[in-house]
């Protein structure tokens, strides 16, 4: 991990310039290290959060319905 600070320092304030898509399960514990508005600064394309009720972590195995629908209709809109 120190090796990869020092090899990618460069990157150290890059921006996510692409389109972006955030989906999260409301439930997800992983969310805790996630602070939405730090995101809204760090990627500035970002379209969409969807938070999905009563979800956990692997979001594409609990709810593949929602998370493609939400996903095509993302690439959609980005095409």
């Known amino acids: 991990m ?3 600070w020092e090899e990618l320092s460069h ?3 890059a921006r996510v310039q692409q389109p972006a898509l ?4 409301d439930r997800d514990t992983v969310r805790g290290f996630t602070h939405i ?14 938070m999905l009720s009563g979800c956990r972590h692997w979001t594409q195995q609990e709810r593949p319905e ?7 209709s993302f690439l959609r809109d980005v095409s």
């Open 2 to 4: 120190d090796r990869d």
């Open 11 to 13: 990157l150290a304030n």
């Open 22 to 25: 955030f989906i999260a399960g």
């Open 37 to 50: 508005e730090a995101m809204k600064v760090n990627v500035p394309n970002l379209w969409g959060v969807v």
């Open 66 to 72: 929602e998370v493609n629908a939400q996903l095509t």
